[in-house]
């Protein structure tokens, strides 16, 4: 696919897709509640799609009129059996965070994806979920999918100091926690995204927090809400770093989430010297707008307790990097490494195509700048953030660039493309 060029800025405005990680959450919440919960907003992608369709095959009624999401939830101890292996697609966080919640059940099921899902490690979660009773296997007895669960009703509590900082661990313990009887305790490694610890308090919920420690007693019985998912900051992060880098360019980001533990990408910006501005904050619903402008970015190292904020946005980090002055040094971030590709060589292998001057390390990347970016034929390898990452790259590249592996877009964002083409040409799409 011959990617798009911008020679003339980015203007316009644009509302960014829904909160990934807040709609798999909203359908896992609204299953394991009593009641019926309403989604608005959800993220109609690939992945997310892929958690709907799961609690479907678990027996959990779920209704879509286009634009309101409704689940009947069935509490925890309603969840019926699947026929079959359930199909998880490309979706570590679903994968990761239905173990947890399947550890508490009386029933075995096993969870497969797709071929770059099933290379991802599993252990990490397997580990402390059979130290709570359940009993977890991977494909011929190893960590990778599919990853049969059997459950049990009879978990136990945990105390459990984490050796990696990621939401998608924590949550699975915290699922399987809610289960157990008595009180269990997590201890991160860095504070990472809190969106099941917030939506646990959303839902009538009792989880406490006091930095990186975490505390919540089980069985807990959860209640039915009224979800509204806002934009998602990730998606949000790639039209920021375009116009940030592209000459000539302002752009306009709407309702854009907020959450505290997601908003590295606004301090690096903030850091570098962008020119950024946050509007129209909404408190409640930890959302707000962003105004951005083109200017000169100055190099920065990104390392320590801000890394779990903006894991996801690193790609893009990079290429914002690449057109910064100065050495750009990302540290501690060897989460990058077990994402949908190794997202460490991917960045620096696709950018070095294209001229930049980067170098992979073993917990990150080195980048010089700023340097101009040419025309290459490169590859998505399969991972959506890596694929949008280097069409924002191909905006400001002299020469055609060409993406292999496109469709792993709709993964996250499957109107992309369409969004890039309006700011280029300056409509307003919000």
């Known amino acids: 696919m011959k990617l798009l060029q911008a020679p003339n800025g980015l203007y316009?405005?644009?509302?960014?897709?829904?909160?990934?990680?807040?709609?798999?959450?909203?359908?896992?919440?609204?299953?394991?509640?009593?009641?019926q919960t309403t989604i608005k907003n959800f993220l109609r992608a690939q992945d997310c799609l892929s958690t709907l369709n799961a609690f479907k095959k678990l027996g959990v009624p779920i209704t879509d009129d286009g634009t309101t999401i409704t689940v009947t939830g069935?509490?925890?101890?309603?969840?019926?059996?699947?026929?079959?292996?359930?199909?998880?697609?490309?979706?570590?966080?679903?994968?990761?965070?239905?173990?947890?919640?399947?550890?508490?059940?009386?029933?075995?099921?096993?969870?497969?994806?797709?071929?770059?899902?099933?290379?991802?490690?599993?252990?990490?979660?397997?580990?402390?979920?059979?130290?709570?009773?359940?009993?977890?296997?991977?494909?011929?007895?190893?960590?990778?999918?599919?990853?049969?669960?059997?459950?049990?009703?009879?978990l136990v509590p945990i105390d459990y100091q984490m050796p990696v900082a990621s939401a998608q661990v924590k949550s699975a313990i915290i699922f399987a926690a809610l289960q157990a009887k008595g009180t269990s305790t997590i201890i991160e490694k860095e504070i990472s995204r809190n969106h099941t610890e917030e939506m646990i308090r959303q839902f009538g919920g009792k989880i406490m927090t006091d930095g990186r420690e975490i505390r919540l007693t089980g069985p807990q019985t959860l209640s039915a809400q009224n979800v509204i998912v806002p934009g998602?900051?990730?998606?949000?992060?790639?039209?920021?770093?375009?116009?940030?880098?592209?000459?000539?360019?302002?752009?306009y980001l709407k309702n854009v989430g907020m959450n505290p533990t997601r908003t590295g990408i606004i301090d690096v910006l903030t850091q570098m010297g962008a020119k950024l501005a946050?509007?129209?904050?909404?408190?409640?619903?930890?959302?707000?707008?962003?105004?951005?402008?083109?200017?000169?970015?100055?190099?920065?190292?990104?390392?320590?307790?801000?890394?779990?904020?903006?894991?996801?946005?690193?790609?893009?980090?990079?290429l914002l990097a690449t057109q910064a002055n100065g050495q750009t040094i990302i540290k501690n971030a060897e989460e990058l490494?077990?994402?949908?590709?190794?997202?460490?060589?991917?960045?620096?292998?696709?950018?070095?195509?294209?001229?930049?001057?980067?170098?992979?390390?073993?917990?990150?990347?080195?980048?010089?700048?700023?340097?101009?970016?040419?025309?290459?034929?490169?590859?998505?390898?399969?991972?959506?953030?890596?694929?949008m990452m280097l069409q924002i790259a191909a905006l400001i590249a002299k020469g055609v660039t060409t993406l292999q592996f496109p469709e792993a877009i709709n993964i996250s964002y499957p109107n992309f493309f369409n969004d890039v083409k309006k700011i280029i040409a300056g409509e307003n799409n919000a």
Do not use: W, Y
């Not at 990680?21 to 896992?28: A, N, P, Q």
């Not at 946050?278 to 801000?306: F, H, P, R, S």
């Not at 991917?346 to 080195?366: F, N, S, V």
């Open 12 to 35: 316009g405005s644009i509302t960014v897709p829904a909160d990934k990680s807040i709609s798999h959450r909203s359908i896992m919440f609204g299953a394991l509640a009593i009641g």
């Open 278 to 318: 946050v509007e129209n904050v909404d408190a409640e619903n930890q959302a707000a707008d962003l105004k951005i402008e083109t200017t000169n970015l100055e190099a920065i190292t990104i390392e320590g307790e801000i890394i779990p904020r903006l894991i996801d946005e690193l790609p893009i980090i990079a």
């Open 232 to 251: 998602d900051i990730s998606s949000a992060a790639f039209f920021l770093v375009a116009a940030a880098i592209t000459p000539d360019s302002q752009l």
């Open 74 to 154: 069935v509490g925890f101890n309603g969840l019926t059996k699947s026929p079959a292996a359930i199909d998880i697609g490309n979706s570590g966080t679903t994968i990761r965070l239905m173990m947890g919640i399947l550890a508490g059940q009386n029933f075995t099921t096993t969870l497969f994806g797709d071929e770059s899902l099933n290379r991802r490690p599993m252990e990490r979660v397997m580990a402390p979920l059979r130290q709570m009773g359940a009993h977890l296997t991977g494909k011929e007895d190893s960590e990778f999918p599919p990853i049969t669960i059997q459950g049990t009703k009879e």
């Open 337 to 387: 490494k077990v994402k949908e590709t190794n997202r460490i060589d991917a960045t620096a292998e696709e950018l070095q195509k294209m001229g930049a001057d980067i170098i992979p390390t073993a917990d990150g990347l080195i980048i010089n700048g700023p340097t101009p970016l040419k025309g290459a034929e490169v590859s998505s390898r399969g991972d959506h953030r890596i694929g």
